[in-house]
C-alpha cells in the first residue's frame, strides 16, 4: 500500500495580487518516492518549496502532511543551489549545524550521524578542512549530509546541482542515487534538467510556463539501480523526449 506524505490540494499562488506564479498544483508525493518537478525559469518550482517551507503564504488551496509529521520544519531537510556553508566552520562543525539547538545526548548522537554522513559522501578526509579548500562539488556534498543530518522524512531539493560543471553533475547525481537508493527518502526534486530528473526519479511531474501548472506526471519506470550507462538505453532516450515534448507544448496536455 502506498501512502502519501505530502497532499497538494489545488494550491494557487499569487504574489501581492499580481503574479500569479503556480494554478492549481494538484499533486500527491508518496513515502519513499523520487519526484522531479521539471518546468521552464519562471514557472514557479522554488516558489512551490516556498509555500512548502512556510516562508510565503498560500493564495489558494492547501498543502497537507501524512499525520505522522508534527510539523513541516521538523520533517524536512533543504539542499539549495549554493550550499550556503559557514565559512570559518569545518566540514564536520557545518553539517552539525542543525545540532546546535538540542540538547547534551542529541549533540553527541549527531556527531556520530555526521561522520557516518561525511563518509558516506566521500569527505572522510575533509572532516576538518573548510570550505574555501573544497570544490563546488564537494561543498555541496556536505549541504547534502547537513540535510540530512537529522534524518528528515522529506528531502526538499531546490536544483542543487544546477551551479556545478557537467562532470561533478554526473557524479553527484550518481552518489545522490546510491544513497537514496540505500535508505529511499521521499525526495522532492526541483529541476530544469531533463535527463537529472528521468535518471533519478520515480515521477517527474511537468510544469507548463507561468502560471505553473501540472502539464503532465510521467512515471519513470527505469530498472534500479540506475547508473549513468542508463543514459544511453533507449528507453531513456524514449522519456527524455517525452518530457521535452511536454515542455515544448506539442503533446496534449493530460488531466
Ligand atoms: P522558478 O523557480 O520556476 O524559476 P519562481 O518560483 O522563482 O520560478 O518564480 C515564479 C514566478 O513568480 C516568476 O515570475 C517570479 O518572478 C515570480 N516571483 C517569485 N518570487 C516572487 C516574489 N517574492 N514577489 C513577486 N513575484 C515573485
Not at 72 to 80: D, H, K
Not at 111 to 139: C, E, K, N, W
Not at 172 to 179: E, F, R, S
Request: charged letters at 20%.
Amino acid at each position: 500500500m502506498t501512502t502519501t506524505v505530502m497532499r497538494f490540494e489545488h494550491v494557487v499562488k499569487q504574489y501581492g495580487g499580481g503574479t500569479l506564479a503556480v494554478d492549481d498544483f494538484d499533486f500527491s508525493v508518496r513515502d519513499g518516492e523520487f519526484v522531479s518537478i521539471v518546468g521552464p525559469s519562471g514557472c514557479g518550482k522554488s516558489t512551490l518549496l516556498k509555500l512548502i517551507m512556510g516562508l510565503e503564504p498560500l493564495s489558494g488551496g492547501s498543502i497537507e502532511y501524512s499525520a505522522a509529521a508534527r510539523s513541516i520544519s521538523a520533517m524536512t531537510g533543504m539542499v539549495f543551489q549554493q550550499p550556503l556553508l559557514l565559512p570559518w566552520h569545518t566540514v564536520l562543525d557545518n553539517v552539525l549545524v542543525p545540532s546546535a539547538l538540542q540538547s547534551r545526548s542529541r549533540r553527541k548522537a549527531d556527531r556520530g550521524r555526521a561522520l557516518q554522513l561525511i563518509g558516506m559522501l566521500g569527505l572522510t578526509d575533509f572532516v576538518d578542512s573548510h570550505p574555501y579548500q573544497l570544490s563546488g562539488g564537494m561543498q555541496q556534498r556536505v549541504g547534502i549530509a547537513r540535510a540530512l543530518l537529522h534524518d528528515p522524512r522529506i528531502l526538499l531539493m531546490d536544483e542543487p546541482f544546477g551551479a556545478l560543471d557537467a562532470m561533478t553533475r554526473d557524479q553527484l547525481t550518481m552518489d545522490l542515487l546510491k544513497i537514496w537508493e540505500q535508505d529511499r527518502k521521499t525526495v522532492l526534486f526541483i529541476t530544469h534538467s531533463i535527463s537529472e530528473s528521468v535518471l533519478l526519479s520515480d515521477r517527474v511531474v511537468v510544469m507548463t510556463p507561468r502560471p505553473g501548472r501540472i502539464a503532465d506526471v510521467i512515471d519513470i519506470d527505469l530498472p534500479r539501480p540506475r547508473t549513468l550507462g542508463t543514459i544511453n538505453t533507449p528507453e531513456f532516450g524514449d522519456y527524455a523526449r517525452r518530457i521535452r515534448r511536454v515542455l515544448d507544448g506539442t503533446e496534449a496536455v493530460s488531466s
